[in-house]
């Protein structure tokens, strides 16, 4: 199929903004299932002991157990295959230990805290760390965030987490036991405990992906030439929900002088034009060109809408359209790259990824995986041309994934969320023209809406 040639450019009505409202807690239920899975897979790999650490940035695999995440320190979750668990706290997050929703015994660890904070130990840190059941001859996984998929290193051996942990744990296991990188325990976007959701989870996670796509069109909505970065990206803040992305609100040339938050520069006709916003669950980022036309371009980009926005968009729908259960992630980068080849429009990454707490937890989306799509998944459409000369075009937003059963469940336990799901399906659907499986499940209040050109705001791309 041609997808380029089905691509119109014309007067399209905006979708109706209907975020959620309120989040949906995780249940206790749900939060059981997480430490089941999480010590099903340690027995897997013959496990004694999984290490989970935790700082401000990196704290969604610790949160997956915890239900919280630190909010300055940093802390490991200690689990024994038998189910035992510490929590390993500095000063403080020493009292989070009664917020857990899973049992813990907590084990105060200064060396957590802030630098010149109480220490007040009269211990070791490596004794501390032994106190939490840490013994020779043992196999250890630590956790961070990061899943190492290098071909040319020992993966298992490479560690995002601090040195004097990983020290300390190499040192009480000794020369018998065995320290590994186990993140993927986690993440593996195929085999990882995280990566397929439960009705609960997808809609706990619809709050942050709605949030942050109808802020976005708010923000998108007011856009006027004069404005400033800072007056636009006020209208993205939310309920003081905290972003697990930089926000970016920038016009022009971006990130001069190394500054990538928004500031006071003023929105001018012509500028290319960028903005992210993202919450757990989902990120929403919209770039074109601040114009109502192709006559307000500079000359030098003035084909950008055939150029660059068209063939972007005709590989969005591609991707809409043609992700469904069993696909493998090969299947879904060579449908990319047959709408829009590399070559030419010089995309880098994944064309897609998994997200949740984290904006982008791993992709099974590359050349040769064999990996497939599988119901409980949340994805993000993630396609970025870069072509030298030109601004770019985005319009990346999630969905999830979900089977005949799972649907049933959502609806069933979740009708506001369901109501809005399928509304997004039929604007898509009946609007847009974009042809989605059952089993795709718009999270985005704006999945498929694009404007290239941000001013003309009643005109945006659709398939005939």
Wanted: hydrophobic residues 40%; charged residues 25%.
């Amino acid at each position: 199929m041609n997808y380029k040639e089905k691509i119109k450019y014309e007067e399209v009505s905006a979708p109706i903004i209907e975020s959620a409202t309120q989040p949906v807690d995780l249940t206790d239920e749900t939060m059981q299932l997480h430490k089941e899975k999480v010590l099903e897979r340690m027995k897997e790999k013959m496990m004694d002991v999984l290490l989970v650490y935790a700082d401000r940035e990196h704290g969604t695999n610790f949160g997956y157990l915890a239900g919280f995440e630190p909010r300055f320190e940093e802390a490991v979750l200690v689990l024994h295959q038998s189910g035992k668990t510490y929590m390993l706290l500095g000063n403080e997050s020493l009292r989070m230990q009664q917020y857990s929703r899973i049992p813990v015994e907590a084990i105060a660890i200064p060396h957590f805290s802030l630098p010149n904070q109480p220490m007040g130990n009269s211990k070791t840190f490596s004794e501390l760390i032994q106190s939490a059941g840490i013994e020779k001859g043992m196999k250890i996984g630590i956790a961070g965030w990061k899943m190492f998929t290098s071909e040319m290193d020992e993966n298992e051996q490479l560690f995002d987490t601090p040195y004097f942990i990983v020290e300390a744990v190499k040192k009480l296991v000794g020369e018998a036991g065995h320290v590994y990188n186990a993140t993927s325990l986690f993440i593996h976007p195929g085999t990882g405990a995280r990566v397929n959701m439960n009705a609960n989870e997808i809609a706990h996670y619809e709050f942050g992906a709605s949030l942050a796509s109808s802020r976005m069109m708010k923000m998108l909505d007011k856009l006027e030439p004069g404005m400033t970065e800072m007056e636009l990206a006020d209208e993205l803040a939310a309920y003081g929900q905290p972003n697990n992305v930089q926000t970016i609100c920038a016009t022009g040339d971006r990130f001069t002088n190394a500054v990538v938050a928004p500031r006071a520069k003023k929105v001018s006709i012509g500028d290319k034009f960028s903005s992210t916003l993202g919450f757990k669950g989902g990120l929403t980022n919209r770039s074109g060109y601040v114009a109502t036309s192709a006559e307000e371009l500079p000359e030098d980009v003035s084909d950008y809408l055939e150029a660059v926005a068209r063939p972007y968009f005709a590989a969005n729908v591609a991707w809409y359209e043609n992700i469904e259960i069993g696909m493998t992630g090969s299947d879904m980068y060579e449908v990319i790259e047959s709408v829009l080849p590399k070559s030419v429009y010089g995309w880098k990454l994944n064309p897609g990824h998994l997200t949740a707490g984290e904006e982008w937890m791993s992709s099974p989306m590359y050349p040769g995986s064999d990996i497939a799509v599988s119901s409980g998944m949340l994805f993000q459409v993630d396609i970025i041309p870069s072509v030298p000369g030109y601004g770019g075009a985005n319009a990346e937003d999630g969905i999830a994934i979900a089977n005949e059963g799972l649907r049933k469940q959502i609806a069933e336990n979740y009708p506001d969320v369901w109501r809005r799901i399928q509304a997004r399906r039929d604007y898509m659907i009946k609007t847009l023209g974009i042809r989605l499986k059952p089993e795709v499940l718009p999270l985005s209040t704006i999945n498929g809406y694009y404007r290239p050109f941000l001013l003309n705001k009643k005109y945006a791309f659709k398939v005939n």
